[in-house]
């Protein structure tokens, strides 16, 4: 890049490179960014010591070490080029305001709350459930519908012969096998 090997980047040398990305912005029929803007963005970001070329320096500035790289962009590769002019600058600022370190740990997080609301959400709506079916025993009566054989809903209990229980709590029999 620095075509006259003095350590400087200087407007002229930018400019030639940022030519061919012109061009390649007409041929695609994208929006043309002018060198000036695309240059007068570049320094508001990268804030350069002098502001007539750039140093390595420049470039690894703690501050602006994540943003440097769109100025080789802008030079070089026009579709990431694109991508930066058009992002979403809330977006941008969220993730430098997030705790995340990485899209994959802020993925995992955002997933893990969403399954845990789901897993709340069937919990709360078998409490529902649960709640649904105990009202409905208790407004049928103490253990359901009874027959008209006095036993319980299915007409008296197993081997008793359809006579359910008598008042004492013992089962009703009508013959004795013995």
């Known amino acids: 890049m620095d075509v006259d090997g003095d ?4 407007n002229m040398e930018m400019r030639s490179f940022y030519a061919v990305q012109l061009h390649r912005m007409q041929c695609m029929g994208q929006e043309i ?12 970001m990268i804030k350069p010591k002098n502001s007539t070329y750039f ?11 994540n943003v440097s790289g769109a100025l080789f962009d802008a030079l070089f590769n026009l579709n990431k080029y694109l991508m930066f002019e058009q992002r979403d600058p809330f977006v941008e600022r969220q993730k430098r305001e997030d705790e995340f370190e990485c899209d ?8 893990y709350n969403r399954l845990a609301m789901e897993e ?20 049928g ?38």
Not at 33 to 44: A, I, K, T, W
Not at 145 to 171: F, I, L, R, W
């Open 141 to 178: 009566g103490a253990g359901g519908a009874t027959s008209p054989q006095g036993g319980g809903a299915a007409g008296g209990y197993a081997g008793t012969g359809g006579q359910g229980m008598d008042p004492a709590g013992g089962v009703g029999v009508s013959e004795s096998p013995f």
């Open 55 to 65: 140093i390595v320096d420049d470039f690894l500035q703690p501050e602006c070490c």
């Open 33 to 44: 960014v002018p060198f000036e803007d695309m240059l007068c963005q570049m320094m508001d």
């Open 120 to 139: 709340e959400a069937r919990e709360e709506e078998a409490m529902e459930i649960d709640w649904v079916t105990v009202d409905e025993d208790n407004e």
């Open 7 to 10: 350590g400087k980047l200087n």
């Open 104 to 111: 994959w740990d802020r993925f995992a997080c955002i997933d």
